[in-house]
């Protein structure tokens, strides 16, 4: 077996100044402890990082772009998401 074969893993990190992790690129390893290393060997430099993620990139599901519209309409459907309509009783900071 080469490292070719090897699942392919995708690679998120967290900067010491961020609050999300961010998707920072991919490589193969064997298994997850090698890839988590190797991730840490390839993906931080000058110790700027706090945080990796490595999923096989198999275990990833995401929406496909041409689906945009009937995937993400029904969200508008939603008003409670954004209650702008609520009234705010006086005494209570706007934040």
Known sequence: MNDT???LYEVFVRSKQGLAHRH???LHAADDQMAL???RDAYI???EGC???VVQSR???ASQ???RGAFFDPSEDKIYRHPTFY???DGIKNM
């Open 87 to 89: 009234a705010i009783p």
């Open 65 to 67: 772009p041409e689906d």
């Open 51 to 53: 945080s990796i993620w």
């Open 45 to 47: 430099r000058r110790n």
């Open 5 to 7: 074969d090897w699942p």
């Open 59 to 61: 275990y990833l599901v």
């Open 24 to 26: 920072v690129g991919s």
């Open 37 to 39: 290393e190797n991730a």
